[in-house]
Each structure stands twice: as C-alpha cells, then as structure tokens.
C-alpha cells in the first residue's frame, strides 16, 4: 500500500494531518488504532498465521505498510464484539473463524503439502477463490458463500475504519465539529485532494 505523501490515487494526502480538526475523543479513538497492538487474545499462533496471510489476500496487501487486519478482528472476537447478527447454519463468528480457518489450512495441506500461510500467494489466491467460486455449495461442514461473507466483512470493516486506509481512498475522518461546506458532486473542501486516478472509479458509470 502506497504510503500517503508517496503516491496512490489521493498523492500528498495523510488523514492525520486533519487530527487538529476532530474533537478530544473521536481523535482518542483513531488514534489508538495507530502504534503498538495489544498481543492476540483469540486466535492460536496457528490461526493467527492463517489468518494474517488470508487478510492480506482479501485485501491485496502486499507491501510494506500493512493495516493489521487480523489484531482489531482479534479484539472484536475477544470482546465479544460480533455483528449482531449471523447465518442459521453458520456457528458463532468466533468458532465459524476458528473452524474456517483450520479448514483453510487443511486445504493447503491437502493440495501444497503445508499451511496456507506457508504457500506461494498465487496457491493462497488459488485456494480462497475455491471457496468464493463455490457459492452456496458447502465447504467442508460449512456453507462457502456464508464463510466468504464472515472473511469479507470482518476484513473490511477492519481495513477501512484505520487511518492509513482512510488516506489511501482520500477520506478526510470525522466531520464533527470541522463540517462540511462545500457538498455536492465533483467538490472538494480545502482540506481535500482530487483523485489522481478519476477514470479508474468503479463507481462512476461509463457515458
């Protein structure tokens, strides 16, 4: 991942310079998510190492600078901290982890003779789209479509709510007390920088 003065679709932009602008606690809360990690509390070295290598295949992090996915999934799981919610023939998030991920590396054993994080990526990418491709069919004692979404949601909501995630796709933080003034499609606040990339938008429809 480009750090965010070097490059990427949002060049010179680094959320933390906006810290100034949030009020005392919501800074507290980013923050904390920058700097040393507490030590795992959930997941067994075992899945902990499955874990961080299917993280970063989720989410195509292969550089240096890594937001560490599996630590807040760790925390969430630990805590108790589910989505509230889960599939009828999915197990708690906990053990539906657990399971997924001895599962994953069962698969990795089968196929390349060691564990999944021990594998080429391009075997680890081989084996995860296995399981995205098989949809509603079951996996091993599972449902894939409903693993697929475990993995997916918790990786994202992980990814996406760390600063550094928040420089790469150019999000400013929170607008409290800071505000907004100029909204609107295809406007920028001062404190903001355009895409270096706007034809590469998934979300922009082709004229």
């Not at 507290?28 to 899945?47: I, N, Q, Y």
């Not at 990418?125 to 004692?141: E, M, T, V």
């Not at 992980?158 to 800071?178: D, K, N, T």
Request: hydrophobic content about 35%; aromatic content about 12%; glycine content about 8%.
């Amino acid at each position: 991942m480009p750090g965010p003065a070097t490059g990427g679709r949002f060049p010179g932009f680094d959320v933390l310079d906006l810290v100034p602008s949030w009020d005392p606690a919501t800074a507290s809360v980013v923050l904390s998510r920058l700097g040393t990690l507490p030590d795992l509390r959930f997941f067994t070295p075992a899945e902990e190492a499955a874990g961080r290598a299917l993280c970063d295949q989720l989410l195509a992090q292969d550089g240096e600078q890594r937001v560490p996915v599996l630590d807040f999934i760790d925390a969430r799981l630990a805590d108790g901290q589910t989505d509230g919610w889960r599939y009828e023939d999915m197990p708690e998030d906990g053990q539906a982890w657990r399971e997924s991920l001895s599962y994953l590396n069962e698969d990795a054993q089968e196929k390349f003779g060691q564990p999944f994080a021990c594998c080429l990526a391009a075997d680890q990418r081989a084996l995860i789209q296995a399981i995205q491709d098989a949809g509603s069919a079951r996996w091993h004692d599972l449902t894939a479509a409903h693993v697929w979404s475990l993995w997916t949601r918790y990786a994202c909501t992980a990814f996406y709510g760390h600063p550094q995630a928040w420089s790469e796709i150019g999000f400013p933080g929170p607008a409290y007390p800071r505000g907004y003034k100029n909204p609107g499609v295809d406007t920028r606040e001062p404190f903001e920088v355009p895409d270096a990339a706007p034809a590469d938008d998934p979300t922009r429809g082709s004229s």
